[in-house]
């Protein structure tokens, strides 16, 4: 989340503006970004926003003092605040002080309905496919508007009514000390309309289960849990009423050689111990394909060879991350009497207590207790 604006900055004044100075500017500025002014641009709306709560404060000399002493930390901060504030009440808002400013027309004609919601969709991606970058096609399940009637939710030729409740404006009015909240009217459910004949498709929701398909392009290197907006890729909108955005979280699929740890790759790698003793050339999988790795004599079990490069490409650079191959001496289990017998011998050369073919009647014992 982005920090928030100083208000003083929003609204363009010096901290020692007056109120008549803050009033002037919040008008201008909020002319401007308007959302009867820039209907279809939601960066306007939330500047609208952003300025009608920074004036809500400083307007308020009690708030104003206490915004000066504490900033955005203030205790009990009024205001619409949070990302629950719909743009209805703010216009609102600014009609309740400067009036209706843009030609007095009919509050059923503004903005209404109820936003489609935000959607999060979890895109599990194989290490490949990190590595690679790829383009993947997603279809999302989702709430859509209605194709038979349009997300209006009424029959053929029926034309939906101006809901008598709030007069079309899909909110009522609610009073909170000095401010004054929008609330979605019950009647109509926000749409500001009431309908004599439902949609038989959509039983007059407007709405109906369904699912689009996008296609999210994903960069080499892309990191777990990083997140893709799709704007207004999320839950159509109702009556009017911008789409949610779709959020796409990448999520790497375990892989069954390697771990990703940052654009750096690990695996293990099994030698036996001859090759660990001797030394020995060997075949590792890398992510694109095998290599030739030397393995130093008197290569100790958990030693780690670094790959140079033979990571995952970094983001928006040239560079690759290496990859960490961690030896594993192997223990066979199965031996043939040959193989018992050599290392057997070695062992008696290495000097090593070793358990021989025939164990002793104080060692069966101990196996049997063990
Ligand atoms: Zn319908
Ligand atoms: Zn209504």
Request: aromatic share 6%; hydrophobic share 30%.
């Amino acid at each position: 989340m982005q920090s928030k604006r100083d208000y003083y900055e929003v609204l363009d004044v010096p901290r020692d503006a007056d109120s008549d100075v803050l009033k002037k500017s919040y008008r201008r500025l909020a002319m401007k970004y308007h959302p009867d002014q820039n209907p279809d641009d939601n960066s306007a709306a939330d500047k609208f926003k952003d300025l009608t709560e920074a004036y809500q404060v400083l307007s308020d000399p009690q708030q104003r003092a206490r915004y000066d002493r504490f900033g955005h930390n203030a205790p009990d901060m009024a205001g619409f605040g949070g990302a629950a504030v719909n743009v209805g009440s703010m216009t609102d808002f600014f009609e309740s002080i400067f009036g209706s400013v843009f030609g007095g027309q009919p509050r059923r004609q503004r903005r209404r309905g109820t936003p489609g919601r935000d959607l999060q969709y979890d895109l599990s991606l194989s290490l490949e496919q990190i590595f690679t970058g790829a383009d993947v096609k997603i279809t999302i399940p989702k709430l859509v508007r209605c194709d038979e009637c349009g997300g209006s939710g009424a029959a053929k030729g029926v034309t939906p009514q101006t809901c008598g409740q709030c007069q079309g404006r899909g909110q009522v009015q609610l009073r909170q000390g000095i401010f004054t909240m929008a609330t979605t009217c019950l009647a109509c459910g926000g749409t500001g309309e009431t309908i004599s004949e439902p949609c038989a498709e959509c039983d007059g929701r407007g709405m109906m289960k369904g699912e689009e398909e996008y296609e999210v392009h994903i960069p080499a290197g892309a990191d777990d849990g990083a997140v893709k907006i799709i704007e207004r890729g999320g839950e159509h909108g109702r009556g009017g009423a911008p789409n949610g955005d779709l959020h796409v979280v990448i999520r790497v699929a375990e892989h069954p050689v390697f771990r990703r740890q940052g654009y750096d790759l690990h695996g293990a790698i099994h030698i036996s111990y001859p090759q660990a003793v001797l030394g020995a050339q060997i075949e590792v999988p890398t992510i694109d394909g095998p290599v030739t790795m030397k393995i130093n004599p008197g290569t100790e079990n958990g030693r780690v060879y670094r790959l140079k490069g033979k990571g995952l490409p970094a983001l928006r650079s040239s560079r690759r991350g290496d990859q960490h191959v961690h030896v594993e001496v192997a223990v066979p289990r199965k031996l043939t009497d040959r193989q018992r017998t050599l290392i057997e011998e070695l062992g008696v050369e290495l000097g090593d207590e070793v358990q021989s073919r025939q164990p002793s009647f104080f060692e069966k014992m101990k196996n049997f207790f063990e």
